[in-house]
């Protein structure tokens, strides 16, 4: 089992970055796939980016390619998302979210809501245009 609480998140203008951290308590953290979701109001709950257990693999949504860095720290417990160049449709909660997956490849990245099984309580990332 992992629990998981993101931080960082807050208010910024257009084309500044944020840096989002997700810290994890439990010893079993790193046999994890990661990774981050993002929901504006009235929209759905929709899939940014995620890195594998043994971070060798990552992928992105195509909207935040180029942007957005996912990136882990198992002796740490901790995920990140570097946010660059942030645009005002970034403004969202965003959540982290983590995938049991013992016997799968160390280099899967889940890129679906079901995959996942472990969830953060979110934080608000606002974009001033």
């Known amino acids: 089992q992992v629990q998981l609480v993101e931080s960082g998140g807050g208010l910024v203008q257009a084309g500044g970055s944020l840096r989002l951290s997700c810290a994890a308590s439990?010893?079993?953290?790193?046999?994890?796939?990661m990774g981050w979701f993002r929901q504006a109001p009235g929209k759905e709950r929709e899939f940014v980016a995620a890195?594998?257990?043994?971070?060798?693999?990552?992928y992105y949504t195509d909207s935040v390619k180029g942007r957005f860095t996912i990136s882990r720290d198992n002796a740490k417990n901790t995920v990140y998302l570097q946010m660059n160049s942030l645009k005002p449709e970034d403004t969202a909660v965003y959540y982290c979210?983590?995938?049991?997956?013992?016997?799968?490849?160390?280099?899967?990245?889940?890129?679906?809501?079901?995959?996942?099984?472990?969830w953060g309580q979110g934080t608000q990332v606002t974009v001033s245009s």
């Open positions: 979210a983590g995938d049991w997956t013992p016997y799968s490849s160390s280099s899967y990245t889940p890129q679906f809501q079901y995959e996942y099984d472990r």
């Open positions: 439990g010893r079993t953290f790193s046999r994890y796939a």
């Open positions: 890195i594998s257990r043994s971070s060798d693999s990552t």
